[in-house]
């Protein structure tokens, strides 16, 4: 059950800055390891030879211009797609052949770009979508209401119930979201992916199309599940001011190679990622 006891509420400041928040969890050892990757779609070649690890507990950066790859890479980690070449390491131990339910099972959920919520249900309804991997009741146990299935029910209520809590959207939960302005539905779909109670959350471009008041708010929840849950972040963000805010570290993609790896800082004052990506003033 998720413990929502002592989140901040969004949007509580102005600024939003990840190097200074109250981290809840400590960093811990290596959670994900990728290696070697190589990705081709026919002769098109999408991601050549990427390394990079993902540490328990921290919110990790993907960066890069459009077409670098990154959105292929989260693909690779959750079972959307099979490299041709390279390995996938799951706390040091390599795993073959996932696939995205495979990937739910081990506790990686993920977030698309486009928001890929049922828009006549409500609120309420998808984000308890999100709890369908946890159930173990069989369908006929949930036609007959047999006391397993009324108390998985009832648990998995409880829990999207603090998830609702948590995201500040109690006043809209019998809301179809295909009413809902667009920053609140890609709030309702990180409720829906906190459903599945991931150990990481995989989010492509979680912030795109937003104004500067729902960025604040989806940073300020970014931060708390990572903060307050444990969750391990991989994110995927064009924002730059977003991303050296709320990141420990970041990796950066240019045309399916990497460019660059380490803390803000260091991505910020590397000389291959400032003349492929960052730009310079002249």
């Not at 928001?115 to 036609?143: H, P, Q, Y």
């Not at 104004?211 to 924002?239: A, P, S």
């Amino acid at each position: 059950m998720l413990n929502t006891a002592s989140h901040s509420p969004a949007g509580s400041n102005d600024s939003i800055d990840g190097a200074s928040h109250q981290r809840g969890f400590p960093i811990g050892g290596t959670l994900i390891e990728v290696k070697e990757i190589s990705l081709r779609f026919g002769g098109v070649k999408a991601l050549t030879r990427i390394s990079f690890d993902v540490r328990e507990h921290e919110v990790r950066a993907i960066i890069g211009p459009n077409g670098a790859g990154k959105s292929s890479m989260l693909n690779v980690i959750n079972g959307v797609y099979q490299p041709q070449e390279g390995h996938l390491l799951w706390r040091g131990e390599e795993i073959v052949g996932i696939t995205p339910r495979r990937a739910a099972q081990m506790g990686i959920s993920r977030t698309f770009q486009n928001i890929a919520l049922f828009k006549g249900m409500t609120v309420l309804d998808n984000i308890m979508a999100g709890c369908c991997l946890r159930t173990k009741s069989t369908f006929m146990e949930v036609a007959l209401r047999t006391p397993r299935a009324l108390r998985e029910e009832k648990a998995n209520r409880e829990t999207v119930e603090e998830i609702i809590e948590f995201l500040e959207i109690e006043h809209i939960r019998k809301t179809p979201v295909g009413r809902l302005p667009y920053g609140l539905q890609k709030r309702v779909e990180l409720g829906r992916a906190l459903a599945a109670q991931p150990r990481v959350l995989l989010l492509d471009e979680p912030m795109a199309g937003m104004n500067l008041e729902e960025k604040q708010d989806m940073c300020r929840f970014i931060l708390d599940v990572n903060d307050h849950y444990g969750t391990t972040m991989v994110l995927i963000e064009h924002d730059m001011g977003v991303v050296m805010d709320i990141s420990d570290r970041v990796v950066v993609l240019d045309y399916g190679k990497k460019i660059g790896d380490g803390t803000p800082d260091e991505v910020r004052n590397n000389q291959d990622v400032i003349d492929a990506y960052l730009g310079v003033a002249h």
